[in-house]
């Protein structure tokens, strides 16, 4: 219980620290010095210090949007397993209420961004959600190739089980499950090559358009649930790559959080090396990533 | 099982997928050298041929042949042809891809109701040659331009090379060398033809040829 | 027994008064009313009753019709039908009593109330019949009382068309049912259900089960035979589309389960056929769903997705029978049932919500509405409630439905290839149709009620009395309740799962007691969403104590004059899913692109008509009446040669018989 809570505890602590590696990766391919590590945590309190400025036409759906998106992601943390070992709530199943919970995320920022009638939000999240239609389903099955490939159906004995033996056999399936969890994670993430969290022009944004009139302490829930959520879906990746299973607890977890700040400086390298896609290209990158675990599917069956 | 064979068996199905998502002609020319030079050393890692001077000249000659020098002549064709570089399929990239996919399940279906005369060195084998053979024929139905139908019959040839030596292993020297050669003359008169027609014509869209048919309904009667 | 006999009978009879009293708007109204709420109070308590002492509840008197006996029972697959048409039905006549109010001296809402009331007690007894006559009475009673409410404003040209699709529609589907049920009283000698026992194997139970499900697939809306719905449900008044939608396609489904029943064992393949037809309606139906701009027509599609989940259930339940394979026999037959209860309290709430838009705006159009929260707060919330359960959202109820088929298809992904492959189609279908889901109704919360009003409509809107929000807020009450008291409810659906699968009650009380786990975890993270959000919104409130909350413009990029109407609309919303579907959708579009720097005024407009009508149903339908043309000349109006036709018919019979 106690290492449980530990764990969740450790998620909620970290998971803005990412960033900021991050952005040091891309200040670092750019030859610039780059911000702070901790910049993320500074944003998010001197945010929580503010007051709030709201819109005219918003509603109590513009202050509730963050305060759902923000509950559903921590709620979503009690079912990702960290180094693993076993989530704090798991039980069969739990990858549809999982993946729920984050469609939940969703679907109050994207209310919120429409409540505010602007044209630039509504154009964010029409993409948002035209991206999650691809999204979902291609992080269902790839989480299925998983359920198959380990014989097991909740997150936390799925990722106990793909241990980093299975990937040093090569399996095929699970080589093609990470490259698709890698296509979901960036675009869910709302990274290059989906979307660019440094773009400074409203019609181009996906996600920072849909919180462009937010700010304060909302705009601190945002910021705080977007690191989160990229935890949450880095663990995904990361429990299948980058964990050990020494049998000290501590050691596990110190290489598990090594495993994820690996994470941020490949996606730090992928954002500096990379374009972002013209937009109507995304859906071609998300059906790969259906493509994939299609196939990963297709040789779980017969293999 | 054989793992690096697999993984090996797995880039080329990527490959198909890259080369029915992928927009650039340059970057398809290539995936399909890459996917050929996969293809011809899938035997090796397989160890199915046994190491006969003559296996490893027919190996050599296909991967030099589709490795290097269509990819050469592809993209020499390319520059002097100086054509938009652009890939333009009928229907949109997210349908063929679905396509690519619906077609993948379908060899392995197709390939799972065969009944083979001796095991195969991996059983995924099949109906990936499948797979890339139906993608070749893909590509050529679905895309305009002659250069990347080309490389349509590229990829029709590299299926049927690695279904030829999964089934036949060293046996296929003679069969492959005949395929090389017709291949190789496709290649050949296709560039010659693809210049050609791009001087003549300014672009090399096989779709415009339909003006040269004879008959023209008139509008009149 | 009798106390059920007593509903229906009081809904008739407070029909009957309600058409008596007409000229006096006021009392008809209020009569039709009280008798629903009383009826169905009645019959919730005979249910309640059926459900503690299940022994009592058959009766069978003979009758004068042929082949006919008056026998009704409420056994297990019955009460959870019964069930929602009570409350819904209820709810909205509450509702329709403020609703009507607006008709008051242009229509004749007495009629309606009629018609209403006689729906209502058709619909019961199509669930309780045991007859196939007294079902057939029944269902076309059914049929037609709601074919005259459809036509309630039917002076309107597209009303009238609606209702004449409707009647064609419900007719060809009867046939079938006649057919079918001819089929079956030929095996069995009787026309009385519980004689009705075909054995398996052979030709017969396949045809059997064919017409069912063309029969009842057509009132249940299975594409493609779903063309009436998008035209009928926007037509009838609010609180009936809400009851045809809620609750009267259900008794398809129900239809279809009691013939499953009579057969013996069913064949794997009708559940592979009902998933396939769960998939395609339940994907094809969300993507028609979110192209439509008329906000009941979107309401009617969406019942087509959910419809097809529903089915997908079903299918699941089937193939688990087949397969004798419990888990998922159980799981997939709880999770289509469960959608049956659910979709008839959110899709009810959404078209109660759907009707108080309309009710004050005077239009369906969403692409015109706009900024309706401010104006009618709690119509609002309880619509947002209703939107988030129909995505199948955690906590609320459809969440928890599509869970168990999501559940039943993840449990047997580790099955044999066949059923593994028909598995992950579900989830992947289950994955897109939710994700369309989401892109739909936040289209239509976000475009209706949030943002600015797009046009004068929106002027005058104000919260509607409160006969009109008391049901809504019932009905999102009800959502929320079912969403975090699952794991209570579902150990009573032993005696339900056990009629339906023929599994014995044992092993289903084994399967039931591993799925509640999971149940109980999904309430607990319910419960931990919820304390989450109360969190949360007091640290808020805490924080911001004290300080300055500032009230500005919406951030416009420096736009110096800002306009309503530049928001972006519910089409511009979806068009890049249009857009990427537009193969399935062939969405028409008709205006000008714009291409100087200074255009003139331009017009734009989309409009996405049914696939299966145009394309299917239209040739066929034009081929019929090529071939009708031809038979004109008989029917010329001289009423002499028609009284020819009787004799020389009569004395044809004559000879034929000597």
Same mark, same amino acid.
């Given at each position: 219980?106690?290492?449980?809570?530990?764990?969740?505890?450790?998620?909620?602590?970290?998971?803005?620290?990412?960033?900021?590696?991050?952005?040091?990766?891309?200040?670092?391919?750019?030859?610039?010095?780059?911000?702070?590590?901790?910049?993320?945590?500074?944003?998010?309190?001197?945010?929580?210090?503010?007051?709030?400025?709201?819109?005219?036409?918003?509603?109590?759906?513009?202050?509730?949007?963050?305060?759902?998106?923000?509950?559903a992601?921590?709620?979503?943390?009690a079912?990702?397993?960290?180094?693993?070992?076993?989530?704090?709530?798991?039980?069969?199943?739990?990858?549809?209420?999982?993946?729920?919970?984050?469609?939940?995320?969703?679907?109050?920022?994207?209310?919120?961004?429409?409540?505010?009638?602007?044209?630039?939000?509504?154009?964010?999240?029409?993409?948002?959600?035209?991206?999650?239609?691809?999204?979902?389903?291609?992080?269902?099955?790839?989480?299925?190739?998983?359920?198959?490939?380990t014989?097991?159906?909740?997150?936390?004995?799925?990722?106990a089980?793909?241990?980093?033996?299975?990937?040093?056999?090569?399996?095929?399936?699970?080589?093609?499950?990470i490259?698709?969890?890698?296509?979901?994670?960036?675009?869910?993430?709302?990274?290059?090559?989906?979307d660019?969290?440094?773009?400074?022009?409203?019609?181009?944004?996906?996600?920072?358009?849909?919180?462009?009139?937010h700010?304060?302490?909302?705009?601190?829930?945002?910021?705080?649930?977007?690191?989160?959520?990229?935890?949450?879906?880095?663990?995904?990746?990361?429990?299948i790559?980058?964990?050990?299973?020494?049998?000290?607890?501590?050691?596990?977890?110190?290489?598990?959080?090594?495993?994820?700040?690996?994470?941020?400086v490949?996606?730090?390298?992928?954002?500096?090396?990379?374009?972002?896609?013209?937009?109507?290209?995304?859906?071609?990158?998300?059906?790969?990533?259906?493509?994939?675990?299609?196939?990963?599917?297709?040789?779980?069956?017969?293999? | 099982?054989n793992?690096?064979?697999?993984?090996?068996?797995?880039?080329?199905?990527?490959m198909?997928?890259?080369?029915?998502?992928?927009?650039?002609?340059?970057?398809?020319?290539r995936?399909v050298?890459?996917?050929g030079?996969?293809?011809?050393l899938?035997?090796?890692?397989a160890?199915?041929?046994?190491?006969?001077?003559?296996?490893?000249?027919?190996?050599?000659i296909?991967?030099?042949?589709?490795?290097?020098?269509?990819?050469?002549?592809?993209?020499?064709?390319?520059q002097?042809?100086?054509?938009?570089?652009?890939?333009?399929?009928?229907?949109?990239?997210?349908?063929?891809?679905?396509?690519?996919?619906?077609?993948?399940?379908?060899?392995?279906?197709?390939?799972?109701?065969?009944?083979?005369?001796?095991p195969?060195?991996s059983?995924?084998?099949?109906?990936?040659?499948?797979?890339?053979?139906?993608?070749?024929?893909?590509?050529?139905?679905?895309?305009?331009?002659?250069?990347?139908?080309v490389?349509?019959?590229l990829?029709?040839?590299?299926?049927?090379?690695?279904?030829?030596?999964?089934?036949?292993?060293?046996?296929?020297l003679?069969?492959?060398?005949?395929?090389?050669?017709?291949?190789?003359?496709?290649?050949?008169v296709?560039?010659?033809a693809?210049?050609?027609?791009?001087?003549?014509?300014?672009?090399?869209?096989?779709?415009?040829?339909?003006?040269?048919k004879?008959?023209?309904?008139?509008?009149q009667? | 027994?009798?106390?059920?006999?007593?509903?229906?009978?009081l809904?008739?009879?407070?029909?009957?008064?309600?058409?008596?009293?007409?000229?006096?708007?006021?009392?008809?109204?209020?009569?039709?009313?009280?008798?629903?709420?009383?009826g169905?109070?009645?019959?919730?308590?005979?249910?309640?009753?059926?459900?503690?002492?299940?022994?009592?509840?058959?009766?069978?008197?003979?009758?004068?019709?042929?082949?006919?006996?008056?026998?009704?029972?409420?056994?297990?697959?019955?009460?959870?039908?019964?069930?929602?048409?009570?409350?819904?039905?209820?709810?909205?006549a509450?509702?329709g009593?403020?609703?009507l109010?607006?008709?008051?001296?242009k229509?004749?809402?007495?009629?309606?109330?009629?018609?209403?009331?006689?729906l209502?007690?058709?619909?019961?007894l199509?669930?309780?019949?045991?007859?196939?006559?007294?079902?057939?009475?029944?269902?076309?009673?059914?049929?037609?009382?709601?074919?005259?409410?459809?036509?309630?404003?039917?002076e309107?040209?597209?009303v009238?068309?609606?209702?004449?699709?409707?009647?064609?529609?419900?007719?060809i589907?009867?046939?079938?049912l006649?057919?079918?049920?001819?089929?079956?009283?030929?095996?069995?000698?009787?026309?009385?259900?519980?004689?009705?026992?075909?054995t398996a194997?052979?030709?017969?139970?396949?045809?059997?089960?064919?017409?069912?499900?063309?029969?009842?697939?057509?009132?249940?809306?299975?594409?493609?035979?779903?063309?009436?719905?998008?035209?009928?449900?926007?037509?009838?008044p609010?609180?009936?589309?809400?009851?045809?939608?809620?609750?009267?396609?259900?008794?398809?489904?129900?239809?279809?389960?009691?013939?499953?029943?009579?057969?013996?064992?069913?064949?794997?393949?009708?559940?592979?056929?009902?998933?396939?037809?769960?998939?395609?309606?339940?994907?094809?139906?969300v993507?028609?769903?979110?192209?439509?701009?008329?906000?009941?027509?979107?309401?009617?599609?969406?019942s087509?997705?959910?419809?097809?989940?529903?089915?997908?259930?079903i299918?699941?339940?089937?193939?688990?029978?087949?397969?004798?394979?419990?888990?998922?026999?159980?799981?997939?037959?709880? @999770? #289509? %049932? =469960?959608?049956?209860?659910?979709?008839?309290? &959110?899709?009810? *709430?959404?078209?109660?919500? $759907?009707?108080?838009? +309309?009710?004050?705006?005077?239009?369906?159009?969403?692409?015109?509405? @706009? #900024? %309706? =929260?401010?104006?009618?707060?709690?119509?609002? &919330?309880?619509? *947002?409630?209703?939107?988030? $359960?129909?995505?199948? +959202?955690?906590?609320?109820n459809?969440?928890?439905?599509?869970?168990?088929?999501? %559940?039943?298809?993840?449990?047997?992904?580790?099955?044999?290839p066949?059923?593994a492959?028909?598995?992950?189609?579900?989830?992947?279908?289950?994955?897109?149709?939710?994700?369309?889901?989401?892109t739909?109704?936040?289209?239509v919360?976000?475009?209706?009620?949030?943002?600015?009003?797009?046009?004068?409509?929106?002027?005058?809107?104000?919260?509607?009395?409160?006969?009109?929000?008391?049901?809504?807020?019932?009905?999102?009450?009800?959502?929320?309740?079912i969403?975090?008291?699952?794991?209570?409810?579902?150990?009573k659906?032993?005696?339900?799962?056990?009629?339906?699968?023929?599994?014995?009650?044992?092993?289903?009380?084994?399967?039931?007691?591993?799925?509640?786990?999971?149940?109980?975890?999904?309430?607990?993270?319910?419960?931990l969403?919820?304390s989450g959000?109360?969190?949360f919104?007091?640290?808020r409130?805490?924080?911001?104590?004290?300080?300055?909350?500032?009230?500005?413009?919406?951030?416009?990029?420096?736009?110096?004059?800002?306009?309503?109407?530049?928001?972006?609309t519910?089409s511009?919303?979806?068009?890049?899913?249009?857009?990427f579907?537009?193969?399935?959708?062939?969405?028409?579009?008709h205006?000008?692109?714009?291409?100087?720097?200074?255009?003139?005024?331009?017009?734009?407009?989309?409009?996405?008509?049914?696939?299966?009508?145009?394309?299917?149903?239209?040739?066929?339908?034009a081929?019929?009446?090529r071939?009708?043309?031809?038979?004109?000349?008989?029917?010329?109006?001289?009423?002499?040669?028609?009284?020819?036709?009787?004799?020389?018919?009569?004395?044809?019979?004559?000879?034929?018989?000597?």
């Open positions: 219980m106690y290492a449980k809570v530990t764990q969740l505890i450790l998620i909620f602590l970290i998971s803005p620290f990412l960033f900021g590696v991050i952005n040091r990766i891309k200040a670092f391919f750019a030859g610039r010095k780059g911000i702070p590590l901790l910049q993320t945590y500074y944003d998010i309190f001197k945010l929580l210090r503010k007051g709030a400025v709201y819109s005219k036409t918003t509603t109590w759906i513009f202050i509730a949007g963050p305060i759902i998106s923000l509950s992601l921590v709620c979503a943390c079912f990702i397993p960290f180094a693993g070992h076993r989530a704090f709530f798991s039980f069969e199943g739990d990858i549809v209420l999982f993946i729920y919970l984050l469609g939940l995320a969703r679907f109050f920022t994207v209310l919120a961004a429409l409540d505010t009638g602007s044209s630039f939000e509504g154009m964010g999240a029409s993409r948002e959600v035209q991206f999650a239609v691809f999204a979902e389903p291609a992080l269902f099955l790839s989480l299925a190739a998983l359920v198959r490939i014989g097991t159906m909740s997150l936390s004995d799925i990722f089980n793909t241990t980093i033996n299975t990937l040093t056999t090569l399996d095929p399936a699970i080589l093609l499950v490259g698709a969890l890698f296509i979901i994670f960036l675009t869910e993430n709302s990274r290059i090559p989906v660019d969290p440094n773009t400074h022009l409203e019609l181009t944004m996906i996600h920072e358009v849909m919180v462009l009139d700010g304060g302490i909302d705009f601190a829930y945002i910021l705080y649930g977007v690191a989160v959520k990229f935890w949450i879906l880095g663990t995904l990746l990361m429990s790559i980058f964990r050990t299973n020494s049998g000290i607890v501590f050691f596990d977890y110190a290489v598990f959080i090594f495993g994820m700040i690996v994470l941020a490949a996606v730090g390298i992928v954002e500096s090396i990379m374009a972002r896609l013209r937009l109507f290209k995304v859906p071609n990158l998300l059906i790969v990533a259906l493509a994939l675990s299609v196939l990963a599917l297709t040789l779980t069956m017969r293999i | 099982m793992s690096w064979v697999d993984l090996n068996i797995i880039a080329i199905v990527l198909n997928f890259m080369m029915l998502s992928s927009s650039r002609i340059r970057i398809c020319i995936v050298a890459i996917q030079i996969l293809i011809g899938m035997p090796l890692l160890g199915v041929h046994s190491t006969t001077y003559a296996s490893l000249v027919s190996l050599s296909s991967i030099a042949l589709k490795g290097i020098v269509f990819p050469y002549l592809l993209l020499r064709a390319l002097k042809a100086d054509i938009r570089k652009e890939v333009e399929p009928i229907g949109g990239y997210p349908l063929s891809l679905l396509m690519g996919v619906i077609l993948f399940l379908v060899s392995c279906w197709l390939s799972s109701r065969l009944i083979y005369a001796k195969l060195f059983n995924l084998v099949v109906p990936v040659s499948f797979a890339t053979f139906f993608t070749g024929a893909l590509i050529i139905v679905s895309r305009t331009k002659a250069i990347t139908q490389l349509g019959y990829m029709m040839e590299n299926g049927i090379y690695l279904f030829g030596s999964a089934l036949l292993g060293g046996q296929s003679l069969v492959e060398l005949a395929i090389l050669l017709d291949i190789f003359v496709a290649v050949f296709m560039g010659i693809i210049f050609h027609i791009s001087r003549e014509f300014d672009h090399i869209d096989t779709q415009n040829l339909t003006e040269l004879d008959w023209v309904p008139s509008k009667e | 027994m009798n106390f059920m006999l007593f509903s229906p009978a809904f008739i009879l407070s029909g009957l008064c309600a058409l008596l009293l007409h000229k006096y708007n006021k009392v008809s109204n209020c009569i039709g009313a009280f008798g629903v709420v009383t169905c109070i009645a019959g919730l308590v005979s249910l309640f009753n059926a459900y503690t002492n299940p022994e009592s509840v058959a009766l069978s008197v003979p009758w004068s019709i042929p082949y006919g006996s008056f026998s009704i029972a409420i056994d297990a697959i019955g009460a959870i039908f019964l069930f929602p048409i009570f409350i819904l039905s209820a709810v909205c509450v509702y009593l403020e609703y109010r607006h008709y008051y001296g229509k004749n809402t007495a009629s309606a109330w009629f018609f209403f009331n006689l209502i007690a058709s619909m019961i199509v669930v309780i019949s045991r007859n196939a006559v007294l079902f057939l009475i029944a269902w076309e009673m059914m049929s037609i009382s709601s074919f005259f409410l459809v036509l309630f404003e039917g309107k040209k597209e009238a068309k609606a209702g004449l699709i409707y009647l064609i529609a419900t007719h589907g009867t046939l079938f006649l057919v079918m049920f001819v089929l079956l009283g030929n095996e069995a000698g009787s026309f009385d259900f519980n004689r009705y026992q075909i194997g052979g030709l017969l139970p396949s045809i059997i089960f064919i017409s069912a499900v063309i029969g009842f697939g057509t009132k249940a809306g299975f594409m493609p035979m779903h063309v009436w719905l998008p035209e009928a449900h926007p037509a009838a609010s609180h009936v589309s809400a009851v045809m939608s809620g609750v009267m396609l259900k008794t398809g489904i129900y239809g279809l389960l009691r013939v499953i029943t009579f057969i013996e064992a069913p064949c794997a393949w009708w559940g592979y056929l009902l998933i396939g037809i769960g998939m395609i309606s339940g994907i094809l139906g993507l028609f769903a979110l192209a439509q701009h008329d906000l009941k027509r979107l309401m009617a599609y969406s087509i997705e959910n419809i097809g989940i529903i089915s997908m259930g299918g699941l339940g089937i193939l688990g029978i087949s397969t004798q394979n419990p888990v998922l026999a159980i799981l997939g037959f709880a @999770g #289509g %049932l =469960l959608h049956i209860v659910n979709h008839a309290f &959110f899709k009810g *709430l959404l078209f109660l919500g $759907a009707g108080v838009v +309309l009710h004050q705006t005077g239009t369906k159009e969403i692409d015109v509405l @706009g #900024g %309706l =929260l401010k104006k009618m707060p709690v119509t609002g &919330f309880c619509f *947002l409630i209703g939107v988030a $359960a129909i995505c199948g +959202l955690p906590p609320l459809g969440f928890i439905s599509e869970f168990l088929i999501y %559940l039943a298809s993840f449990k047997n992904i580790l099955a044999e066949s059923i492959i028909v598995s992950l189609g579900c989830i992947a279908s289950l994955a897109l149709i939710g994700g369309l889901a989401v739909c109704f936040t289209k919360f976000g475009i209706i009620f949030s943002g600015e009003p797009r046009s004068s409509s929106c002027q005058n809107a104000h919260e509607p009395g409160m006969l009109m929000i008391v049901p809504l807020i019932i009905l999102a009450f009800a959502c929320v309740a969403g975090i008291s699952f794991p209570f409810i579902l150990p659906a032993d005696r339900l799962l056990a009629d339906i699968t023929g599994i014995s009650p044992d092993l289903i009380r084994t399967v039931l007691s591993g799925t509640m786990n999971p149940l109980i975890y999904i309430t607990t993270a319910g419960l969403l919820y959000l109360f969190l919104a007091v640290l409130r805490m924080l911001l104590k004290g300080r300055t909350i500032d009230s500005v413009p919406t951030w416009d990029c420096g736009y110096a004059k800002p306009d309503p109407r530049m928001q972006y519910a511009s919303y979806v068009q890049p899913i249009v857009d579907f537009k193969g399935i959708l062939r969405t028409q579009k205006g000008c692109e714009l291409i100087e720097y200074f255009p003139d005024s331009s017009s734009f407009k989309t409009k996405t008509s049914d696939i299966f009508q145009e394309n299917l149903f239209a040739p066929i339908l081929f019929i009446h071939c009708a043309e031809s038979l004109k000349w008989f029917q010329h109006g001289k009423l002499q040669v028609y009284i020819l036709y009787i004799l020389f018919t009569l004395v044809a019979l004559f000879i034929w018989k000597l």
